[in-house]
C-alpha cells in the first residue's frame, strides 16, 4: 500500500513538473522546483534572526584615577560637567559632555561626539586642575611588519608623515586618532624591510582597535599586518647603516 502511494505522488509530481515546464519554457529548474513546493504546500520557514548591538560606545572618555579621587569627583559630578563644558567652549569646540559616571578604574565622561586630541587634552587638563591629580588617557599600542624602509617612488627612507598619511588613506583605520606620531625602525642593517609602532587613543574606540590585529593592507606592492605591540619608547628614524 505505502509503495503504491509512493508511486502515485512520483506520477503526480512528474505530471505537474511537465505541466509547469509547458507553460514557462524559459524557467530553470531551480525555479520550477520553487513553483513545485509552493504548488504543494511545501515551505521553508523564515530564520529566526538573534540580534544585538551593545557595545562599547565611541563617545566616551575613560580617566583613570584612585577610588577615593573617583569617589570625591563624582559627588560634583554636575559641576564637573558644566566647567568641562566652558573649557571645550573656549577652545571653540563643538564636542558636549553630557554626563559622568563611574567605570572600575576610573570614571568615564560621555561625550555628544567622538573627540579629537585636542578635546581629550582640555578635559584632561581640567580634570588635574580640579582634583590635583595626575590622569591618564587609555592608549593601544601596535605595530606594523612588512612594510620596506626604502619608499618605492623616492627610494628614500620612509618617513612618520609619509605613514601617518598610508594610515589617513587606509580604510581599517578609519576614526582612529594617533596619540604620536609613527616611529619607524630598520630590522636590521641588511635588511631594507621596517617596523612601525603606531599609538592610538583607545579610550574612543577599544573594540575597533582590537580588531585590528592581524589584519593586513596595502602600502604600494607590499602588504603589511598590524600587530599588538606593548608601550614603546621614542624611536630612532631613518639612521644610516
Partial sequence: MFSNSSNSNGTNIARETLKIKEAFSSLQNKKIKQIQKIISGITNPKPHINMTTKRSSCKQ??????????????????????????ALKNIRSDIMADFIQVE?????????????????????NYIKSACSIEVDQLKSYLKLISIPYLSEKTNLCITSDEVDNILKNTHI??????????RVI?????????????????????????SLINRRFNVGSFIATIHGANMNPGVSQCKNY
Fill in 61 to 86: 572618555v575613560i580617566i583613570l584615577m584612585s577610588l577615593d579621587n573617583t569617589n570625591n569627583f563624582v559627588k560634583k559630578s554636575s559641576i564637573h560637567v558644566t566647567n568641562i563644558n566652558k
Fill in 104 to 124: 572600575n578604574n576610573g570614571i568615564v565622561i560621555s561625550t555628544n561626539k567622538v573627540t579629537n586630541p585636542l578635546d581629550l587634552q582640555t578635559i584632561k
Fill in 173 to 182: 583605520f578609519n576614526n582612529m586618532v594617533l596619540a604620536l606620531k609613527p
Fill in 186 to 210: 630598520k630590522i636590521s642593517p641588511k635588511s631594507n624591510m621596517a617596523i612601525i609602532w603606531i599609538d592610538i587613543w583607545n579610550a574612543q574606540s577599544s573594540m575597533k582597535v582590537k
